[in-house]
């Protein structure tokens, strides 16, 4: 669409381009006479050179004129105007209009998903609390990020913390609970911080309730 619309605008010039030089090459202009206090004009060798040289000067402001009057500037801009016009309105109607509670959903369902893979893996009973707490902190981290367009899935616990008050949050969002959330999982994963089974049963159930009530 938009290369039509370029061809058709690159095609209207081309002949307004034309018609004007056709215009221009048809037009024939009287050189001006000089000016002289003294009436009649004698037409000698030095009245001549010095005619000549204002008939010259005088065709060629002439033309420049000419080429502003009949050059179609109405049209071409016209033209142009029409083709903004329709760019705009073919990116207002490409925009996808995004279902902010269909994203909510999606990004829940999926977290949901995570921490019932999850449940099913066992990894407490395994003993591999530091696996357990990284694929629990990531899930509510990530659905958070969706949740309320958080763009920080590269930052630290701290900066994303910090992130926090910029997003657009609930006044009933609980961010002291997932601040106490996140660092527990950063002491495990990183502090060799060794929980007990109650305290990891305590921090899925944590992680549950920040993805069906945040």
Known sequence: MIRLIT???LLVLVL???TLAADVKELKLAPLLTL??????????????ESDGISARENAYNEIVFMHKVFPWFKVIATFLFIGFLLALR????????????????????ALETLAEIKVSNLPEKNAYDTFY??????VRLYIEERYRI?????????????????????QFPVESLSKFLVLSDKVKFARFQPNREESDRAYEEAEKFITQA
Do not use: C, W, Y
């Open 151 to 171: 763009n920080a899935p590269a930052k630290t616990t701290q900066e994303f913390l910090s992130d926090l008050p910029k997003a657009s949050l609930p006044p």
């Open 7 to 9: 061809f058709l605008s």
């Open 134 to 139: 990284t694929r629990l902190s990531d899930a």
């Open 16 to 18: 307004a381009g034309k």
């Open 91 to 110: 990116t207002i109607k490409s925009k996808p209009v995004v279902d902010h509670s269909k994203v909510i959903a999606t990004a829940r369902i999926r």
């Open 36 to 49: 002289s206090p003294t009436l009649p004009i004698e037409m000698n060798a030095e009245n001549l050179k």
